[in-house]
């Protein structure tokens, strides 16, 4: 079964200034999906971004962007020029490529605080 | 607006009191699943649904029950709620086949958070 692990429960970065949340992954499959949800205070999950495993070009969606290291098994997510409304809950996801259910398995969360 | 809806938004109910929470999408998606979302144990899927009338267990099954009589509709049954089914659940949709680009990602409702006394 795949595992997600993101090792910092919590981070900081202070308002304009870039910082990085990390994920790694176990699988034995060569093909799949990764994503970066984020849950703000709301709670909804909202899609950060998302990286297909057999492309090489690192995913980007405006100031977030991704440095995907596939041999590595690691999938960090990179924020720029951070903003008060980035503070939220940040999970990693992995989604297999096969089989009938597309399950999504979430790492623990990253709890990151943006200081101004 | 596309969008996954899930009615109702916060429930207080007693052990023992059948309840439904619905989810609905408005985006033909042929996939559907549940999540739970606990304090420590992160987001686990309990149901999912790859089209109508084909459902099958996720990881957590225990004490709930889903149908997916419309391709649009897929609704969480708990015919005996228990207080460790207190949680925060999410329904979730997707294309499902993956083929076009983005098809594989998941779109979340706002979640429903439930207290079972």
């Known amino acids: 079964a795949q595992t997600v692990t993101q090792s910092q429960p919590e981070m900081s970065v202070q308002e304009a200034e870039t910082v990085t949340l990390s994920c790694t992954y176990d699988?034995?499959?060569?093909?799949?999906?990764l994503f970066w949800y984020k849950q703000p205070p709301s709670r909804q999950m909202i899609l950060v971004i998302r990286?297909?495993?057999?492309?090489?070009q690192n995913a980007t969606e405006n100031r977030f962007s991704v440095n995907f290291q596939k041999a590595a098994k690691s999938f960090s997510l990179k924020i720029s020029d951070s903003q008060l409304g980035d503070a939220a809950m940040y999970f990693c996801a992995y989604r297999t490529s096969f089989g009938s259910n597309y399950k999504l398995t979430f790492g623990k969360g990253t709890l990151l605080t943006v200081n101004p | 607006e596309a969008q996954v809806t899930q009615n109702p938004r916060y429930l207080i109910t007693v052990t023992g009191k059948k309840l439904t929470v619905t989810c609905s999408q408005n985006m033909n998606h042929e996939y559907m699943s549940w999540y739970r979302q606990d304090p420590g144990l992160g987001l686990r899927q309990i149901y999912y649904s790859m089209n109508v009338e084909v459902t099958d267990k996720g990881d957590v099954p225990e004490g709930y029950k889903v149908s997916r009589k419309e391709k649009r509709n897929f609704p969480l049954i708990l015919e005996s709620p228990s207080p460790n089914q207190t949680s925060l659940y999410f329904c979730?949709?997707?294309?499902?086949?993956?083929?076009?680009?983005?098809?594989?990602?998941?779109?979340f409702g706002p979640g429903t958070r439930l207290l079972v006394l």
């Open positions: 990286q297909e495993a057999y492309k090489q």
């Open positions: 699988t034995s499959e060569s093909d799949y999906y």
């Open positions: 979730a949709s997707s294309l499902g086949r993956g083929l076009a680009s983005g098809g594989e990602t998941q779109y």
